[in-house]
């Protein structure tokens, strides 16, 4: 065919307009690999994990199965993968060196059942550990004092009861050491277990049920609407934990870290690094003029951070003008004043206000609460401000929310709907409504302020440990995760019905923050023991 010169003039316009769409989608993606993961007899298997992990660089793309077994995982950097299927009661199985090709990638698996159940019971997160435990007060009380990892050492080490009761001693020593706010042991109402030999004793008593598969409850198999959902998972420097982070506005991920720095992660390349700051963080949040933050230290101080030049600014320093207050959650509200809870306050707990153009510090001593156990501290833990700028927040220890009044600053606390129900990371919803996550009772409740009423919401998996709770400000849809199931749930408040994001982690995926980013990907911050990470998902 010959073409003339209008026409080939054309024809490079075209090609070019073209490229100018396509390269900018090919760079974000590298190649895709698909397959089916089945069982013996060839059975496709659902909800299996399937993750790709970079040989060069600490980054982990995973999916998971769908109701057929079928997979299709995007991946977005270049490199040399090792990809592995993982799924509890199977043995998992893996393919190394994997080069992707122009198309896509085809890799099947076959997964060999466990030999044992020993083997099984291994890779059972913790929830399934802790439904080893009689639900009620005793147990709730136990996941409060941070004790859950005794069980599963219980079940699988089987130490003698003096080796049990030593470990017991260590953990109530650790949850009462100096300068922090666990000096109350243990309690167990309803039994003599103060004392950490008869601690150990409750523990062996249910431990022992641990010999048997079938004595545990499995978690929550993955809901057929997270079946090919996309999970980056971007591992930080060891011995580093994520606390909060901020998405700006040119896509660059902050995340504050323990023991020290932020972490700025770029999700176009999968660089990240570390910007140095003094002491720990905790909360992060904008100021609203796109490139400063405020940041919590471990100082007792929130400071002011420039992203683009990463210099801090100004500097409130909390600790020192009321007596040690130890800032945890940070929240702003429309008029930009910030607000945050003392971590370590004594019974019965405080909060504090800061207005940054005035320079002002304010303190808000909360009033004396009606418990039904006694407590030397409350643990100020989370804090959200409603759309009506109204300030509500918990208290962890005392299973108490308070709602504080920003013009008059009337503190006045609520009983929470379920005793010693653990309240931690609470939002609001766009209609006002209060959701806060029951950590220790295994649930989510939605409260109402203007009838002043509580509903309860199981999780898909008893014993999950809910921590964390957001709410999607665009859908209304609450986002939860959990420190013991190893997964994610939204609750769809439209449809009224959970689905389950299981997470490619190893017994404990302990997430602190989320951060939503357009429609359908969400971050989350990852916190624990192990590698831990800067999580997206993509749904």
Request: charged share 20%; proline share 6%; with cysteine.
């Amino acid at each position: 065919m010959n073409l003339n010169t209008k026409q080939i003039q054309h024809l490079v316009l075209y090609v070019a307009a073209v490229f100018l769409f396509v390269i900018p989608v090919q760079s974000r993606a590298q190649g895709t690999i698909v397959g089916q993961v089945t069982a013996a007899g060839g059975q496709g298997l659902p909800g299996v994990m399937v993750m790709a992990t970079h040989v060069d660089r600490r980054i982990e793309e995973s999916t998971v199965t769908d109701s057929s077994g079928n997979y299709r995982l995007i991946v977005q950097y270049p490199g040399v993968l090792n990809v592995v299927a993982s799924e509890i009661g199977y043995k998992v199985e893996k393919r190394e060196g994997v080069r992707l090709a122009v198309e896509a990638t085809t890799i099947n698996f076959d997964l060999q059942a466990n030999s044992d159940e020993r083997s099984t019971i291994e890779q059972l997160p913790y929830s399934s550990f802790l439904s080893l435990l009689p639900d009620g007060w005793a147990k709730r009380e136990f996941i409060l004092t941070e004790m859950t990892g005794l069980v599963r050492r219980a079940v699988l080490d089987h130490p003698p009861l003096d080796e049990l009761t030593r470990r017991i001693e260590a953990a109530v020593r650790a949850r009462n050491r100096p300068m922090l706010f666990y000096t109350t042991p243990a309690i167990f109402p309803t039994e003599d277990y103060e004392r950490p030999e008869a601690i150990a004793r409750w523990v062996a008593k249910y431990a022992s049920r641990g010999d048997a598969l079938k004595n545990f409850r499995r978690p929550a198999p993955s809901t057929a609407d997270t079946s090919n959902v996309q999970i980056t998972q971007y591992f930080v420097p060891q011995g580093h934990s994520n606390h909060d982070l901020y998405v700006s506005s040119d896509g660059i991920v902050w995340a504050t870290q323990k023991p020290n720095g932020l972490w700025r992660l770029d999700p176009k390349t999968g660089e990240g690094r570390i910007v140095p700051f003094e002491l720990a963080n905790r909360g992060i949040v904008p100021s609203g003029d796109g490139h400063h933050v405020w940041i919590v230290t471990y100082q007792g101080k929130i400071v002011e951070f420039d992203l683009k030049t990463e210099t801090i600014g100004r500097v409130f320093d909390l600790g020192k003008q009321f007596d040690g207050f130890f800032p945890h959650t940070l929240k702003i509200d429309h008029d930009g004043n910030l607000w945050v809870g003392d971590y370590v306050a004594r019974y019965p707990g405080r909060a504090a206000e800061i207005n940054p153009a005035s320079g002002k510090m304010t303190l808000i001593d909360f009033p004396a609460l009606s418990l039904p156990f006694d407590r030397s501290a409350t643990e100020n833990y989370g804090l959200t401000v409603c759309p009506d700028d109204q300030v509500w927040t918990t208290l962890l220890h005392a299973s108490t929310i308070v709602r504080i009044d920003p013009h008059t600053l009337h503190a006045e606390p609520i009983e929470f709907g379920v005793t010693d129900g653990g309240p931690r990371r609470l939002d609001c919803a766009p209609d006002g409504n209060v959701w806060i996550p029951a950590h220790s009772a295994g649930e989510v409740l939605r409260y109402d302020p203007i009838s002043d009423s509580y509903q309860r919401f199981s999780l898909p998996t008893p014993d999950a440990g809910p921590y964390t709770l957001k709410v999607d400000p665009k859908t209304g849809n609450i986002w939860i995760s959990t420190r013991f199931s190893g997964q994610v749930y939204r609750y769809n408040v439209h449809t009224r019905e959970f689905s389950v994001f299981q997470m490619p982690t190893d017994q404990v995926f302990w997430g602190k923050d989320f951060q939503f980013v357009g429609e359908h990907e969400v971050w989350v911050t990852q916190d624990g023991w192990g590698e831990v990470s800067l999580t997206r998902i993509r749904y």
